[in-house]
């Protein structure tokens, strides 16, 4: 099946930006950008970060190539043109329930909102987690209340998977980004709640949409989109649900893969 997208959403870790070494863009992600911006394919951002720490070399790909609408949080708040185009908070009862559980458990954890991260609680893990990826946050535990909360991390090993999992509501769901870091949010809560937000606004139907990931938040935008595809880099549980795998993004993997579905020709 040749994908004929109208839009296609991004994510930006490991799918557009290669957060290791030197932490770029490939120039072939920027060449395949512009291209589709001269073909009248719309580009959008879908990523699990909030706006105010996505990478500066992100932000100027955003600027260089035109993108206004970006989904953040994993889909719970959503801009277009820098405004606000859709919001899922949680509710703040919720998170200062769940952020008391966490604590008396010696789980360090932040709240996710517009503003930033605001760090509840700290320990290693929280540390190693976003030093990893060179995320920035601020301390403050008595954040909850001060923000919409969008989502929250909370960090620790895999090993203590279970023992959070009873920590926490079934109406709130965790997926792990890092060994030592989680994302918590609704339940109902993923990346394709915001696509579905932004299609609504276009009057585009998912089947004319189309998603680039790697990591296993982006498993329900990739089932959801007309047509998925998972970089060569992606997780396993990503690439079994695609429906095309590109090669990986030190492979060129977004210029190559459009080039090889049809959607651009080669520059």
């Given at each position: ?223 959801a989109v007309g047509f998925g595809v998972a970089m060569g880099n992606a997780a396993p549980e990503l690439k079994a649900v695609a429906d095309y795998v590109c090669p ?16 651009i020709e080669a520059a």
């Amino acid at each position: 099946m040749t994908p004929h997208p109208k839009i296609i959403f991004f994510d930006i870790d490991e799918t557009l930006y290669i957060n290791r070494g030197k932490k770029y863009v490939p120039e072939s992600a920027k060449t395949a950008l512009k291209l589709l911006k001269q073909k009248g394919i719309i580009t959008a951002i879908a990523t699990g970060r909030t706006i105010p720490i996505i990478p500066p070399k992100i932000v100027e790909l955003i600027e260089e190539c035109g993108i206004d609408r970006i989904v953040s949080l994993n889909g719970q708040y959503v801009e277009y043109q820098g405004k606000a185009l859709a919001a899922f908070p949680l509710d703040n009862a919720l998170v200062a329930h769940v952020s008391g559980c966490l604590t008396a458990h010696g789980i360090a954890h932040i709240l996710a909102a517009r503003e930033g991260l605001f760090a509840i609680a700290e320990n290693h893990y929280l540390h190693d987690a976003l030093n990893a990826l060179g995320i920035r946050y601020q301390s403050d535990p008595a954040a909850c209340g001060k923000y919409a909360t969008y989502q929250m991390l909370a960090f620790y090993p895999a090993a203590q998977d279970a023992e959070v999992a009873a920590l926490l509501p079934p109406s709130l769901q965790t997926i792990r980004w890092h060994a030592s870091g989680v994302d918590i949010l609704d339940a109902a809560g993923s990346k394709a709640r915001g696509i579905a937000a932004v299609l609504d606004k276009l009057d585009i139907s998912l089947a004319d949409s189309m998603a680039f990931g790697d990591g296993l938040n982006d498993v329900a935008m990739i089932k959801a989109v007309g047509f998925g595809v998972a970089m060569g880099n992606a997780a396993p549980e990503l690439k079994a649900v695609a429906d095309y795998v590109c090669p990986s993004i030190d492979e060129d993997g977004i210029y190559r893969g459009l080039v090889d579905l049809g959607v651009i020709e080669a520059a």
